[in-house]
C-alpha cells in the first residue's frame, strides 16, 4: 500500500518556467490538499479538493492551479516560477471519517532560481 | 474566518518530564476536527492525535493527550513523560466539517534536553 506519493521529490526550476507535481493516492480518499511549507514555517494550504471534479481555494492559491479529475489524482501547476515559490510542497489526502487525520506524502522541494 | 494560532515558536523540557503546548482556534462551524501533527527533522508529517467538536471526553494516545476546552477555543498538547525523540516540529490543525478545509497553525519546535 503506498499511500500519498509525489513526485519528483526535488527540482530546480528558472524563473518563468512552469512544472507540474504529481500526487496521487491508493486508498480511494475523498479530501485531498496541497500545501507549501516555508523554512522554519507551518504549512499554507494552497487548494484542496473534496472529490472528483471539485476544487477550491486555500490559503496562498495565487500562481498555483489544480485539477482533480480522478479520485486519485491531484495535481499541481506552478505557471510562470517565481523566487516566492521556493518551497516544500506537501500533498495530502483523507477520508470524510476525520479520526486518523491526514495522511502525507513525502514532500516535493522545489527551488527557483 | 477559520484560524489557527501556535504562540510558541520554540519550547525546551528536561527529558522525563511532561510538557503543553499551546494551540486557540477560531471558526464559525459546530462541527470541526482538531489534530496535532509532529514534524521531525526528516521532514514527514505523522499525524498523533484527533479531537472532534462534539468529543466530550479529552483525546489520548499513548503519552499525547489533547486538552480541549471548547468555551476557550483551544486544543493543548500534553505530552508525558518527554523522550528524545519527541524533538521535532510539532503542528496543530483544524478540519471544517461544512467544506473540509483543514488548516494548519505555525507551529512550535520542541527540544527535549537530556
Known amino acids: 500500500n503506498a499511500g500519498v506519493t509525489q513526485t519528483p521529490k526535488f527540482r530546480i526550476l528558472k524563473i518563468g518556467q512552469s512544472m507540474t507535481l504529481q500526487c496521487t493516492q491508493d486508498?480511494?480518499?475523498?479530501?485531498m490538499y496541497w500545501y507549501r511549507q516555508d523554512p522554519g514555517m507551518g504549512l499554507k494550504l494552497i487548494y484542496y479538493?473534496?472529490?472528483?471534479?471539485?476544487?477550491d481555494k486555500g490559503e496562498v492559491p495565487n500562481g498555483y492551479n489544480v485539477s482533480r479529475s480522478t479520485t486519485e489524482d491531484f495535481p499541481l501547476r506552478l505557471e510562470l516560477a517565481a523566487p516566492s515559490q521556493t518551497s516544500v510542497y506537501f500533498c495530502?489526502?483523507?477520508?470524510?471519517?476525520?479520526?486518523?487525520?491526514?495522511?502525507f506524502g513525502q514532500g516535493t522541494r522545489l527551488t527557483v532560481v | 474566518a477559520q484560524k489557527i494560532t501556535q504562540t510558541q515558536p520554540g519550547m525546551f523540557v528536561q527529558e522525563k518530564e511532561a510538557v503543553t503546548l499551546d494551540c486557540t482556534y477560531d471558526?464559525?462551524?459546530?462541527?470541526?476536527?482538531l489534530f496535532w501533527y509532529k514534524q521531525p527533522s526528516s521532514g514527514e508529517m505523522i499525524f498523533l492525535i484527533y479531537?472532534?467538536?462534539?468529543?466530550?471526553q479529552n483525546a489520548t494516545e499513548g503519552r499525547y493527550s489533547l486538552n480541549f476546552q471548547k468555551a476557550r477555543k483551544s486544543a493543548n498538547l500534553v505530552i508525558s513523560a518527554s523522550q528524545l525523540g519527541d524533538s521535532a516540529m510539532y503542528f496543530c490543525?483544524?478540519?471544517?466539517?461544512?467544506?473540509?478545509?483543514?488548516?494548519f497553525g505555525q507551529g512550535t519546535t520542541l527540544q527535549v534536553k537530556p
Open positions: 495530502a489526502s483523507s477520508r470524510p471519517i476525520w479520526t486518523t487525520g491526514a495522511f
Open positions: 490543525a483544524m478540519r471544517e466539517g461544512y467544506t473540509g478545509k483543514l488548516i
Open positions: 479538493s473534496v472529490g472528483a471534479g471539485i476544487t
Open positions: 471558526t464559525s462551524d459546530q462541527s470541526y476536527g
Open positions: 479531537q472532534g467538536s462534539y468529543d466530550e
Open positions: 486508498m480511494n480518499h475523498n479530501y
